[in-house]
């Protein structure tokens, strides 16, 4: 990529558009009686997948943009999951019928920090309240540092097929700069664990434009997650927004690089895992040759949600627990951020959804023009528009945008026919920009493109 490319958009600040509209666009309109509303109008044969968010931590990563709260003791996790089991009753109750689920997803957080009876026993009430495939996904999310051998127990007989684990970096000064020590040798041992009980799917995270990282660090960490042979691996750029997530103050700014050393970050890893055998899939996630992301990648059926980029065929994602956010029919809910008030919504027998959006005819071709080009790095415009009864010929303001992306060699155009150019793939979200109707007028802050 040319410089002056990188420096003109590198810095942008670019939603990762893992949704469209993006979550910082939900607004309190939608209420709990907007949710029971859409609840009650899911149309009976829809395919449901199910995420649980557990947010809570026994430390603070300083990097951390999730939405999680630091306890030592087991009583506020306690209260938390009475609430979680209580909405997970409310939602059913509210659905015309018994829902088919083909995924099921424990974020957080930490989910791990459940006690194992705890986390065991939610997977009857999820299979009591919804009728769950017989080939489900069920994956979790780990930290290596606080697995037991008892949870590990409990997750293979939950029936957990998939196991993410966090590892960002394995260079000791990057760990201290972001208060995550974990040696290799513990998160080699959690795999040997998980593997042996059976649960045989492994994913890794790692992040990259972490401080005092550099290329070096990122591809020595790289050649030690080869040595665990995970299935897949996301590789994330950390986003430093301290203004929306105040422990970040803890990370010396100073310390992080800059748009040129983070693009040449991503780059050594992706070079590190393609050379190793994975395929590429998207922006930031890479899969085993084998592996059922590069099969969907090949056969058109690669889709992206909250999670990132996934297999998931659901029609709609109900989202359970604090800050959860759902994906319906009609829009998207997202429940209390809080603890806190999330329990109290639940215990006076209220849904807990404070805010999201509904969805337009506008807003539905526009999420389709952005999923694809982040799935797939190109987008047919004329096909997608049919598919939503417009025509191609509407977009004037977008044809402009593509035009100046073009000249700059991010793209190339074919008539309807729209191609990230492969040089260019690491600026994709500032391609599926053009087709944001909402982020010229929007004061959020993002991640950087790169």
Known sequence: MRPEILARYGDQRIPRYTSYPAATRFAGEVDPETCRRWLAGVPRGALASLYLHIPFCRSMCWYCGCHTTVTRREAPVSRYLEALRGEIRLVADALPHRLEAAHVHFGGGTPTILQPRDFEGLMPLLRQRFALRTDAEVAVEIDPRTLTADMVAALARAGVTRASLGVQSFDPAVQHAINRVQGFEETQAAVGRLRAAGIREISL????????????????????????????????????????????????????????????????????????????????????????????????????????????????????????IGRLPQGYVQNATSPGAYGRLIAAGSLATVRGCDLSPEDRLRAELIERVMCE?????????????????????????????????????????VEVEAAARPLVRAVAACFDAYLARSTARHAPAV
């Open 377 to 417: 790095f190109r987008v047919d415009l004329a096909a997608v528009c049919r598919r939503h009864g417009r025509d191609a010929a509407e977009l004037r303001e977008e044809a402009a945008a593509l035009a100046r992306l073009e000249a700059d060699g991010l793209v190339r155009r074919r008539g309807d026919l």
């Open 205 to 324: 995270d790692l992040l990259y434009g972490l401080p005092h990282q550099t290329v070096a660090s990122c591809e020595e960490t790289v050649a030690r997650c080869l040595e665990l042979r995970p299935d897949r691996l996301s590789v994330f750029g950390y986003a430093h927004v301290p203004g929306f997530k105040p422990h970040q103050r803890r990370i010396d700014a100073t310390m992080l690089p800059g748009a040129a050393e983070r693009h040449a970050q991503a780059e050594a890893i992706a070079a590190a895992l393609v050379g190793a055998g994975y395929r590429r899939i998207g922006l930031d996630h890479y899969a085993a040759p084998g592996d059922a992301m590069a099969r969907a990648l090949d056969e058109g059926r690669l889709h992206r949600n909250f999670q990132g980029y996934t297999t998931d065929p659901a029609d709609l994602l109900l989202g359970f627990g604090a800050s959860a």
